[in-house]
């Protein structure tokens, strides 16, 4: 079902504009609550300032808030920001680590945002599960649970590391386009082997099709005429 998906989304891939793996970092944190396009419109001029670890480490917080102002929750996301910065300057001399406790252990950062860099940037292979992942993993029967870490673990059992990233990658945007919460379920291809498709859409079609039965309610002094032979 995975690679069915990713012939439904060729050349999937994270949507965040990045050409390190410090920026992805950066791009995940402030993705938050936000939108992949949101964040690409801000992240070029904060780039261009904040080029690496040192540099962001230096920022004031209120100039910082005002270059994140747009992507929300900017107040958070500048001291997630700074804390990150400062701690990989004194614990990994300015570089992201490759290791996902590591990654986690950085302000702002959590498994979710640690799988993105991992897979996109540092050639480690990671599952990001986020809201799209979830509804698209338990619709299709590939998953079950609201739970991100079990989920992802349920995943990555199943598959081959190599998948993890393109798993994620291709749920996500299946989540985005087709697999909305009002699912285009007409323009999915895995809608034959999807648990949702089978037991909820097309049960309700059929009973949609199925004429309903007529019959006297009790009560009703109405005469049924018959045909005569």
């Given at each position: 079902?995975?690679e069915?998906?990713a012939?439904?989304h060729?050349n999937a891939?994270?949507?965040?504009?990045y050409r390190?793996a410090?920026?992805?970092?950066?791009?995940t944190?402030?993705s938050a609550q936000?939108?992949?396009?949101?964040?690409n419109?801000?992240t070029?001029?904060?780039f261009?300032?904040y080029p690496?670890?040192?540099?962001?480490?230096?920022a004031k917080q209120?100039s910082l808030?005002?270059?994140i102002v747009?992507?929300?929750?900017f107040r958070q996301?500048s001291?997630?920001?700074?804390?990150?910065a400062k701690?990989l300057l004194?614990e990994?001399?300015g570089q992201?680590?490759?290791?996902?406790?590591?990654?986690?252990k950085?302000?702002?950062v959590g498994?979710?945002?640690a799988?993105?860099v991992?897979?996109?940037?540092?050639g480690?292979?990671?599952?990001?599960?986020d809201?799209h992942?979830?509804?698209?993993?338990?619709r299709?029967?590939?998953a079950?649970?609201?739970?991100p870490?079990?989920?992802?673990?349920?995943?990555?059992?199943?598959?081959p590391?190599?998948?993890?990233?393109?798993?994620?990658?291709?749920q996500?945007?299946?989540?985005?386009?087709?697999?909305?919460?009002?699912?285009?379920c007409?323009?999915?291809m895995?809608?034959?082997?999807?648990?949702y498709y089978?037991?909820v859409?097309?049960?309700?079609a059929?009973?949609?099709s199925?004429p309903k039965k007529?019959?006297?309610?009790p009560?009703?002094?109405?005469?049924?005429?018959t045909s005569a032979?």
């Open positions: 079902m995975i069915t998906l012939i439904q060729p891939d994270t949507e965040l504009h390190n410090f920026e992805l970092l950066v791009a944190i402030l936000s939108t992949d396009a949101r964040v419109m801000v070029p001029k904060l261009a300032k690496d670890a040192a540099a962001l480490a230096r209120p808030e005002k270059q747009s992507t929300g929750f996301k001291k997630a920001l700074l804390g990150m701690a004194s990994h001399g992201v680590p490759a290791d996902m406790d590591a990654l986690t950085l302000p702002g498994r979710k945002t799988n993105v991992l897979g996109h940037a540092l480690v292979p990671g599952l990001p599960v809201r992942v979830l509804r698209v993993s338990n299709i029967g590939i079950e649970g609201d739970d870490v079990k989920v992802e673990a349920q995943i990555c059992g199943a598959l590391k190599e998948l993890w990233t393109l798993a994620s990658d291709v996500i945007l299946h989540g985005r386009r087709i697999c909305r919460p009002k699912p285009m007409h323009d999915c895995v809608r034959d082997d999807c648990d089978e037991h859409v097309a049960r309700e059929e009973r949609a199925t007529s019959r006297a309610k009560g009703d002094t109405r005469r049924i005429r032979h």
